[in-house]
């Protein structure tokens, strides 16, 4: 069974960057998967983040895609979100995801992992 | 961006109730190969998201019978024909027509 796994700091100062990993058991990330990343500011809705292959093919939310760098590491079959330059509007749960029936347009993300708390404060 | 507005924003419901939620869409979720790419995901109190409906109307494996969804165009339709206590949460729904992929804003669905 697929598990996903997200881990880094809870506290990130501003102007620094967001570093998150998410760790896959179960299954490998090496698999005709995607891998996507969304969040959740604190009692708010979703937003997408962006999403990669494991040959290194990325997707990003064009409102973020000036900060933000995905990879993946086969060989630890896990996979890492950068964010850079953040402020307090980026404090949100993050949730690292597979994707399925990935496209150019579309994922269907499942299952997810269990998020980790990001606070942008001094 | 695609903008998907969705109503109403809480539903109390009594157990064995059907429930509603509407999702508009600001553009057209219907794809040149005929499919609307419109997915449903639930958020279970203090848990991630998890999918319920793919592509307007197929259910997600495991996913109970009783979750529906319908639609085309720029209105879907989640329906649930007998709630139970394990449905509540925060119900949205997502676009997969295009870049960046965008959510409603949540319809947070409680037991009476």
């Known amino acids: 069974q697929v598990q996903l796994q997200e881990s880094g700091p809870g506290l990130v100062k501003p102007s620094d960057t967001l570093s998150l990993t998410c760790a896959v058991s179960?299954?490998?990330?090496?698999?005709?998967?995607?891998w996507g990343w969304i969040r959740q500011p604190p009692g708010k809705g979703l937003e997408w983040i962006g999403y990669?292959?494991?040959?290194?093919?990325?997707y990003y939310n064009p409102s973020l895609q000036s900060r933000v760098t995905m990879s993946v590491d086969t060989s630890k079959n896990q996979f890492s979100l950068k964010l850079r330059s953040v402020t307090a509007v980026d404090t949100a749960v993050y949730y690292c995801?597979?994707?399925?029936?990935?496209?150019?347009?579309?994922?269907?993300?499942?299952?997810w992992g269990q998020g980790t708390l990001v606070t942008v404060s001094s | 961006d695609i903008v998907l507005t969705q109503t109403p924003l809480s539903l109390s419901v009594t157990p064995g109730q059907p429930a509603s939620i509407s999702c508009k869409s600001s553009?057209?979720?219907?794809?040149?190969?005929?499919?609307?790419?419109l997915y449903w995901y639930l958020q279970k109190p203090g848990q991630s998201p998890q999918v319920l409906i793919y592509?307007?109307?197929n259910r997600f494996s495991g996913v109970p019978d009783r979750f529906s969804g319908s639609g085309s165009g720029t209105d879907f339709t989640l329906k649930i024909s007998r709630v139970e206590a394990e449905d509540v949460g925060v119900y949205y729904c997502m676009q997969g027509i295009q870049l960046p992929l965008t959510f409603g804003g949540g319809t947070k669905v409680e037991i009476k």
């Open positions: 990669i292959y494991y040959s290194g093919s990325t």
């Open positions: 592509e307007v109307s």
């Open positions: 553009q057209s979720l219907l794809h040149s190969n005929g499919k609307a790419y």
């Open positions: 995801a597979r994707g399925e029936y990935c496209t150019t347009t579309r994922c269907l993300f499942d299952p």
């Open positions: 179960g299954y490998s990330i090496s698999s005709d998967n995607w």
